[in-house]
């Protein structure tokens, strides 16, 4: 599908850092990282803010090597908002 829409591809560096947006698109989508929880709207939804980062890294000008830092910075605060959720929804139930 990336070769489709690129209408190009080049092995040596074709696919790179895909599985980061997936893993991002997964989390964003209320996918736990310790797994068993998320849907397949979740995902969905998660993969469409994705891509609306990665066209807002592109129209704010940031460079593009600093577009895998804002993706890692998006995936750990995910992490960590689904951490502290986790833990008071514990407490209260």
């Given at each position: 599908?990336?070769?489709?829409?690129?209408?190009?591809?080049?092995?040596?560096?074709?696919?790179?850092?895909y599985?980061?947006?997936?893993?991002?698109?997964?989390?964003?989508?209320?996918?736990?990282?310790?797994?068993?929880?998320?849907?397949?709207?979740?995902?969905?939804?998660?993969?469409?803010?994705?891509?609306?980062?990665?066209?807002?890294?592109?129209l704010?000008?940031?460079?593009?090597?600093?577009?895998?830092?804002?993706?890692?910075?998006?995936?750990?605060?995910?992490?960590?908002?689904?951490?502290?959720?986790?833990?008071?929804f514990?407490?209260?139930?």
């Amino acid at each position: 599908l990336i070769a489709l829409y690129t209408n190009a591809i080049q092995p040596a560096s074709h696919g790179q850092f895909y599985e980061l947006y997936a893993i991002a698109a997964a989390v964003l989508g209320g996918c736990s990282l310790r797994g068993g929880e998320g849907t397949v709207i979740g995902v969905i939804l998660g993969a469409t803010l994705i891509q609306i980062l990665w066209n807002a890294v592109t129209l704010l000008g940031i460079e593009s090597y600093l577009e895998y830092a804002v993706i890692g910075g998006v995936i750990l605060i995910s992490a960590i908002a689904d951490e502290v959720l986790r833990t008071r929804f514990r407490r209260v139930g």
